[in-house]
């Protein structure tokens, strides 16, 4: 559906702020080089704990991180083989959750029934990736594309990134191409004009016409005058719960976030660029290229990024009654969707687990959050 670009004042309703995810999707938990094997890596997904492990075939498993037996958490232990052992009794789980053996029982007694949840785990573009959510629908859910990752024309920059704040705030960041206010001083954008946006029930795609000016715009290719002004559209595709940011084949951004809890947000952002220097100087130097790029460059912009999302929670968390004001249309596309997705996961679990007058109640107290949740003014 096609939306109008035109900035109109929209009160935000604070709801947006207390949402959970839809976890019946893939999430990053980590890069997959740093997990060797044999050992452990302990994650969290909206509240889940998580033990990933690669064994010491190189496989990877992940487990709920809370021992059957009394709960201590299980990436303190130790691999063995295929098997993660507790710390504590050293009880033995494999990949599957399964407690398969305890040490000091004689091995003519049964095993006790004694489990813990497994969950769908993979690994593609360097990235770890688990599926929360409903197990049996992780083969049908895709992983989102990301074609650069093989193409050898590509710097690839690794980001990775820590936020105390809620997912929906680090989204609408990314969505506000309005801020580059912001970035003023690290030769950023200006003058953003939303030119396009369009959604559906599980995407925003927003376009922007954005100006540049200075020695960076040559580098990064944007011009061959960094004294003239460039003006290029910047495109942002926000597919649930992920993005992909491109900027007219200039540079391509893919920002896989993971939400961990309330005020607590992990993001593994890949970014592709294609440098305006000679082939036969980027190849050899590409590692070196792409840690200079992100350390003298793109970390500053997320700096930035991350005080004013943090404060932005902090001012929330101190008075979540406190109303807003939003101008941008994709802004509020973007609460939608994160909140349609919420609560489509939020209806099907009620529906899976309580019936009749039960189910009434709580299905009402959702639409009754839901309605008032943003409101035009
Ligand atoms: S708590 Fe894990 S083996 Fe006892
Ligand atoms: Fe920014």
């Not at 207390?18 to 094997?37: F, H, S, T």
């Not at 690669?54 to 295929?82: F, N, P, S, W, Y």
């Not at 070196?288 to 943090?310: C, G, H, N, P, T």
Request: with cysteine.
């Amino acid at each position: 559906m096609e939306l109008a670009t035109t900035l109109t004042s929209q009160t935000v309703q604070n709801a947006i702020r207390e949402i959970g995810i839809n976890p019946d999707y893939w999430y990053p938990v980590g890069w997959a080089n740093k997990l060797q094997p044999g050992h452990i890596m302990p994650v969290t997904i909206w509240k889940q704990a998580i033990a990933v492990f690669r064994d010491t075939g190189g496989k990877l498993h992940a487990l709920e991180d809370a021992c059957a037996h009394k709960g201590v958490a299980l990436h303190k232990g130790q691999i063995q083989g295929k098997h993660l052992l507790c710390p504590y009794h050293g009880w033995e789980f494999n990949g599957a959750g399964q407690c398969v053996k305890i040490p000091y029982l004689p091995e003519t007694h049964k095993l006790p029934c004694a489990q813990v949840r497994s969950y769908p785990v993979c690994e593609k573009y360097n990235l770890i990736w688990v599926f929360p959510g409903d197990a049996s629908l992780a083969t049908s859910i895709p992983l989102p594309e990301v074609p650069e990752f093989d193409d050898p024309d590509c710097l690839m920059v690794p980001i990775p990134a820590h936020f105390q704040a809620h997912f929906t705030i680090c989204n609408e960041n990314t969505m506000d191409v309005f801020h580059g206010f912001l970035h003023k001083n690290l030769q950023g954008w200006f003058d953003p004009v939303l030119t396009s946006l369009k959604t559906t029930e599980s995407s925003v795609h927003a376009d922007y016409r954005v100006s540049y000016k200075g020695v960076m715009t040559k580098i990064l290719g944007l011009s061959d005058r960094g004294d003239e002004v460039t003006t290029r559209t910047v495109s942002l595709h926000y597919q649930y719960p992920h993005y992909h940011s491109s900027l007219e084949g200039v540079s391509s951004l893919y920002l896989m976030r993971s939400p961990m809890g309330a005020a607590e947000t992990k993001s593994f952002t890949l970014m592709f660029l294609r440098l305006n220097l000679p082939k036969w100087l980027v190849q050899p130097f590409k590692p070196l290229i792409s840690a200079y790029v992100w350390r003298f460059l793109f970390s500053k912009f997320l700096d930035q990024d991350i005080e004013m999302m943090e404060s932005e929670q902090r001012t929330y968390s101190n008075n979540p009654q406190r109303r807003y004001v939003e101008i941008n249309p994709a802004i509020i596309a973007l609460q939608k969707v994160m909140m349609r997705q919420y609560e489509q996961y939020r209806r099907k679990t009620l529906s899976s687990q309580l019936s009749g007058n039960q189910q009434e109640e709580s299905l009402s107290l959702s639409e009754a959050i839901s309605s008032g949740r943003v409101e035009s003014s």
